[in-house]
């Protein structure tokens, strides 16, 4: 979150800029992580966080989903893998406002169609092989793809067909 001191901020650069920014950074962020002065260092950190962050959001969405789809109290998931190994900082963060028919978008799904897009473009760099990031950008592109990129990354469970009536 920005704008209240609890960021996590990932830097990297020349020492003399980072001495300069150090101040303004300590105050915007809990948590700032100095990666030296390889330019770039700090990005590749992020990306690598935001690839994290992605296919946490694309498996709580297929969860949910196929929670649906077993005709499954939603809520009650939430609750149980909130309490179990199952939990992450994102699916607490994220999960309530999955249950949610239209939440306020505080993080929208292009957000992670253009952060997944770094993400294999930084593997792709590397020569380096995604597979997590690949197949969870395929989730939020089919729901960007359907011109709902505008809709909070909560709802990523809406790429999945809706389950059938119960019968």
């Given at each position: 979150r920005s704008g209240d001191g609890t960021l996590s901020i990932m830097m990297s650069g020349p020492r003399e800029a980072v001495a300069r920014v150090r101040p303004m950074l300590d105050a915007m962020g809990r948590f700032v992580y100095d990666?030296?002065?390889?330019?770039?260092?700090?990005?590749?950190?992020?990306?690598?966080?935001?690839?994290?962050?992605?296919?946490?959001?694309?498996?709580l969405g297929e969860a949910l989903a196929l929670?649906?789809?077993?005709?499954?109290?939603?809520?009650k998931l939430?609750?149980?893998?909130?309490?179990?190994?199952?939990m992450s900082w994102m699916m607490n963060d994220r999960g309530p406002?999955?249950?949610?028919?239209?939440?306020?978008?505080?993080?929208?799904?292009d957000i992670f169609v253009k952060d997944l897009g770094l993400v294999?473009?930084?593997?792709?760099?590397?020569?380096?092989?995604?597979?997590?990031?690949?197949?969870?950008?395929?989730q939020f592109l089919s729901l960007s793809g359907r011109g709902q990129g505008g809709l909070d990354d909560s709802q990523l469970w809406r790429a999945y067909p809706p389950p059938p009536e119960a019968g």
């Open positions: 990666f030296g002065d390889a330019l770039g260092a700090g990005s590749t950190v992020k990306t690598i966080n935001q690839l994290l962050c992605g296919v946490h959001l694309a498996v929670g649906r789809r077993a005709h499954l109290d939603p809520e939430l609750e149980v893998y909130g309490n179990s190994a199952a406002r999955a249950l949610e028919e239209a939440p306020p978008t505080k993080s929208a799904v294999l473009d930084t593997g792709r760099d590397l020569k380096f092989p995604l597979p997590m990031a690949a197949a969870a950008m395929q």
